[in-house]
């Protein structure tokens, strides 16, 4: 391309004239400058994946040359092909001369956020602090958010939400992304009175989701009247701004105050107007507290919860008794579960099993805050065999098995057997107010060749072949009662071979 032409790009480039490039670059022929500068344009056109392409065909010539990395990377970045876009852009940075400016670095890291890599993000948002730019302050609010680092986060959050409202002082409006964010991270630390003051002090009406953020704190403070008008008005601006979807799933939280405030005609209403076909099965106010009351007499005093934010016809909370002095170990429990009854067969109704609630004892040394299969799984089977009555519509009760499909993660476990807690005495009963009672039953993960034993000689019989290093608190090395007898199986293999 000859210098005259290169400028009068240049120029137009500069004067944002993007469409008069690409027809002054119309008829020239194909190659790798001008194939370069009229993909820029494209870019800057909002045409990604036309650049994208046309940037493919030198990626050959482009190999080693920093601005096709760039360019195509950008692409890809608004094509949100985000592994392709770091590929490129820390090809980029590693041939670039000159360090990353602050808009590249907070694009990288928000691509590694993207591509689930929060850890990277954080690292390479920090490696370039812009503390006056409120997309980097989002970022690395987002990244500790999904490590599940909510204190790393909030100072962030509440750092972008500053800066947007000073940019745009007449529209703070424009600060309601930041303001949801931190609106979400009061609520995961179980701040719920520092959300509501925060939410109440925004200067504008708030939208459909702060409606809705302020509604659910209310009422995770038991405020239930407080939280009601926001919850319908959440209800009101959603049909005005969403996707009936939306409307519908904020109607679905007005059900649950409404039942809270014992006005089940209106939640009725609610529920037929919205299509909420499914009933809701929820604990009275008064059942929880019963139901807590149990947990910490007999189990543990718990200050963490697993909060279940969307729920079907059950909502599943998972209570976390941490390790003490006395009990070296986590006890989850969940909570909710026996809202529901189960439909027990006729033979066993005088036994009083329609209510339950499900338990498992973790090592002290369990990440239970981990999303990695090898410790999620006890709180994911908590939750599938918390929902199995409802969603197969069976019963459980002590002394059943559930097998798993396939080994449970880093262990050779393959089945679950539900048991009366071995270690908590008089936890296996909770009497509610109405006289009606809640079983309690722990999972015991066992080996395919106990579960086998279990169906072939009961229950009883597998028990009585754990001796005293059996412990309830899961130990995924521990020894398989029912283990071939390996000199046997070997004398066996030798015998058919001869």
Known sequence: MNDKLLDKVTHLHEDGEHEKILELLENEPSEYERDGLYARALNNLERFNEAKELLLKHAKNGENDCVWHYRIGYSYYWLNEYENFINHFERYKELNSTMMSLDETAMLGYGYLQAQNPQKAIEILLSYPDEQNSFWNTNIARSYAYLEKYKEALPYALKAYDIVCSEYKDNTLEATPEAIMVSFLYTELEEFQKDIE???????????????????????????????????????????????????????????????????????????????????????QEEIDCIDHHIEKTIGVYEDVFHEMVSDALHIDICIAKPTPQRDFYTLVTMGMGARKMDIPDEFKEYELERAELMICLPKNWNISSDDERYYWATRWLKILARLPYTDDTWLCDGHTIPTGEPLAGTSFECILLEKPYTFKGADVCELPNGEKVKFYQLLPLYKEEMEYKLENGVEELIELFDDDFSDVVNVKRKNYCEPNKAITKFMQNFKKK
Not at 217 to 224: G, K, P, Q
Not at 260 to 284: F, M, S
């Open 198 to 284: 925060f939410i109440k002090s925004i200067p504008y009406e708030q939208s459909h989701a702060l409606n809705n953020a302020l509604a659910y704190s209310y009422a995770r403070l038991n405020r239930y009247e407080e939280a009601l008008p926001y919850s319908l008005k959440a209800i009101e601006l959603a049909n005005q701004e969403c996707e009936f979807e939306d409307e519908k799933f904020y109607a679905s939280g007005a059900v649950i105050i409404y039942s809270n405030l014992n006005e089940q005609q209106k939640a009725d209403e609610l529920r037929e107007k919205y299509g909420l076909t499914e009933e809701l099965w929820l604990y009275t």
